[in-house]
């Protein structure tokens, strides 16, 4: 009934020397009774405090028990049949019969009672050997890892595994190592023609990801020749499907050629680049002719803005460091009375296109309540990353308005100031930001001149580190100088003092760049965006076929980057006037899922924003293409290298779907040959096992009421 093998008990030998003196301990306190009972009822006793203490020990030497169960199962072949749209490409080979005419005969041989059919493209579904010829063959791409990974916890006693198909994978990974693992021998039987026809495709495009607008960048393409030696073919380079460049190529001898481009971006932004070559008589697919990639163009520059409540030396001083800089842009708003600024400029659109902003003695008395919310608004809304000096004729009043953005806050407010210097320990000099060409470094910022602070309170922030602390006549203090902060996607630095340009008027004259290193490092750091953002939603790929499902990820954290799984979270896909919603389902730790299914190809433009309580967590947004070039019609050819390997590495065989003689002999050897049972093992802790307490209690229980229901002392 239970199919039990063998069982087997793993247990100390000291258990048996200490099962000696319980048994004779139990036998020895119901040999005598006071008041006497009966014999039966004495063994009774006995052998309730025996068992007890038995389980006891059990306990204490922690017995486990090994029980072996043959299970009896029966060995199953299993065929794949490819269901994807390349099986309907007409090379005069009758790829569409000759798949179902090899179907009609498995199931109508010697192996067809013990044998599962499934179908596979983008997904993997088991079918009925007769629904086999009412399959559309209108999978978008076909993908092998994804047959592998559907049967890896498959049950059943895998005998072998048939794949009927054209052997040409157009999405997931080579899945000969999969394959491998599976422990049964795959027959392969190929679909279509194996011969090379003539030709002419883009194999490869190689450029870097991330490049940075109005500068020159390479791109390398790999082109494939087969048949049209010495011809000429003409290239046409699209940038958002608009037209950059058109060549005419020589095309050489060999099978493969390379062609270098120069793309020139005058945009920052995410870029569609589309590669076309031009149709050449005779070829045998068009499909392959254009090749599609996106590509993330940056800012050439990073704009720096500095913001100054009013002129000062720190202005003057920090703006040349920053302009000696050929990688920034900087501009400079500088406040020099009510309403007046030094420069004329539309301070609305520098502020909103800045990519870091350098606060100098900001705001100060003469500062408008409209440039300070819109300074607010930039750091909090828009998380531009900002550094921070209390230079003189900063207004403190006006700064508990950017305070919240702030890495420190004000304690308590009092008058005067005092001349401090920064002090560094060796730990905190390991901080990146406080790098610079001074062979001692930490000595050289021990030593830097006195600087001006205010005698407010101020303090670091929990979640912000303290860089630099501030010591006065060579006294230190617990109190920060400069403190920097982290918290999500927001960065901020902050100088709680002013005349910090002493500091380079001194170290100028050793040629150390202690301040210039400090400004420009601490302008990295902030500038650099970080891989994670609080919300990030992204196609599972950038490009899919003509009625493949598209499939959405996200992740939504909070600010302290906290998974965020109850978000309400939405993706508006839109083409042309086309639009769609995208409902994001959360499946765990933070991760949302979802899909669209849509049948026209074009450029799509998503965007989603994730909500939790009313309030916006985060945004994101990004483009994806269908239909650009449909995968499974470009390559026409069998790949039959691919299909003899995976059988020849796992033990198989292959043929071709019109000539497959002899292969359901060896299906059946196999199947003679495989095991029809496995020995399952299983061990229980019984020292860890709940019900055997109890039961131990129970009985102890059971010992002390029938004594006392009989007296018994």
Not at 52 to 73: D, T, Y
């Amino acid at each position: 009934m239970f199919n039990i093998d063998s069982i087997s008990i793993n247990l100390s030998p000291y258990f048996f020397v200490a099962l000696i003196p319980v048994v004779a301990y139990t036998i020895y306190v119901y040999r005598y009774t006071i008041p006497q009972v009966n014999k039966t009822f004495r063994i009774f006793l006995t052998a309730l405090k025996a068992t007890a203490l038995l389980l006891v020990l059990f306990f204490l030497f922690e017995p486990v028990v090994g029980i072996s169960r043959k299970l009896v199962n029966e060995p199953v072949n299993l065929i794949f049949v490819d269901d994807s749209k390349s099986i309907t490409i007409d090379d005069k080979t009758n790829r569409k019969e000759n798949l179902i005419r090899f179907i009609n005969d498995a199931s109508s041989s010697a192996i067809s009672g013990k044998t599962e059919f499934y179908k596979f493209g983008d997904k993997t579904n088991r079918i009925s050997a007769d629904s086999v010829k009412m399959l559309p063959f209108s999978e978008p791409v076909t993908n092998f890892s994804n047959l592998f990974s559907s049967i890896k916890n498959y049950e059943n006693n895998i005998s072998s595994i048939i794949i009927v198909s054209d052997g040409v994978i157009t999405d997931g990974v080579n899945p000969v190592y999969q394959a491998q693992k599976m422990g049964a021998p795959i027959f392969t039987v190929g679909v279509g023609d194996s011969t090379r026809k003539n030709n002419l495709e883009i194999k490869k495009v190689l450029m870097n990801e991330y490049i940075y607008a109005e500068t020159p960048t390479g791109i390398n393409l790999t082109i494939g020749n087969y048949g049209y030696k010495n011809q000429t073919v003409t290239l046409s380079f699209y940038e958002d499907n608009k037209l950059v460049e058109k060549q005419n190529i020589s095309l050489a001898g060999e099978e493969t050629s390379s062609l270098n481009l120069e793309y020139l971006p005058k945009n920052p932004g995410e870029k569609k680049l589309t590669f076309q070559l031009s149709e050449l008589k005779g070829e045998s697919s068009v499909a392959d002719n254009k090749k599609v990639v996106y590509v993330n163009i940056l800012n050439n520059k990073i704009r720096a803005l500095v913001i100054a409540g009013s002129p000062s030396a720190d202005l003057s001083f920090i703006k040349q460091t920053l302009a000696a800089d050929e990688n920034l842009k900087v501009s400079s708003i500088t406040q020099i009375a009510q309403d007046r600024f030094l420069e004329n400029v539309d301070r609305n659109r520098l502020i909103d296109s800045a990519d870091v902003l350098f606060l100098v003695g900001f705001p100060s008395a003469q500062t408008s309540s409209a440039l300070l919310n819109k300074v607010l608004d930039a750091i909090k809304e828009k998380n531009k990353p900002n550094f921070i000096v209390l230079a003189n004729g900063i207004d403190y009043s006006k700064l508990l308005v950017l305070q919240p953005e702030l890495p420190f806050f004000i304690k308590a407010f009092s008058n005067g100031t005092s001349e401090v210097q920064p002090t560094v320990t060796n730990e905190q000099m390991d901080n990146p930001l406080l790098k610079s060409n001074a062979e001692d470094a930490l000595t050289t910022w021990n030593n830097l001149p006195p600087v001006i602070k205010d005698n407010h309170d101020l303090a670091a922030k929990p979640e912000s580190e303290i860089l630099v602390r501030m010591k006065i006549n060579n006294i230190p203090l617990n109190s920060p100088l400069i403190v920097s902060r982290k918290l999500g996607s927001k960065k901020s630095i902050a100088v709680l003092a002013n005349d910090i340009w002493k500091w380079k008027l001194q170290t100028a004259e050793k040629k150390l760049n202690i301040f210039d290193s400090f400004i420009l490092n601490s302008l990295k750091w902030m500038n650099t965006k970080e891989d994670q953002k609080v919300v990030s939603i992204k196609p599972v790929k950038k490009i899919f076929s003509l009625g493949e499902q598209i499939e959405f990820t996200a992740e939504v954290y909070n600010e302290t980057f906290n998974p965020v799984d109850d978000a309400e979270l939405n993706v508006d896909v839109k083409l042309g006037n086309d639009n769609f919603t995208v409902e994001m389902n959360s499946v765990g730790n933070g991760i949302y899922e979802g899909t669209l299914n849509v049948n026209k190809p074009g450029d799509y433009n998503f965007s989603g924003q994730a909500k939790r309580n009313g309030r916006v967590l985060g945004r994101d947004s990004g483009k994806f293409t269908i239909g650009e070039v449909d995968i499974e019609m470009v390559n026409t050819r069998m790949d039959k290298e691919f299909l003899m390997g995976l059988s020849i590495q796992t033990g198989g065989k292959f043929f071709t779907a019109d000539n497959y003689s002899g292969l359901f002999e060896l299906v059946n050897d196999q199947t003679r040959k495989k095991s029809d049972y496995k020995i399952i093992k299983s061990e229980y802790n019984l020292w860890s096992n709940e019900w055997l307490l109890a039961l131990a209690v129970l009985l102890f229980g059971l010992e002390w009421f029938f004594r006392k229901r009989s007296g018994m002392i």
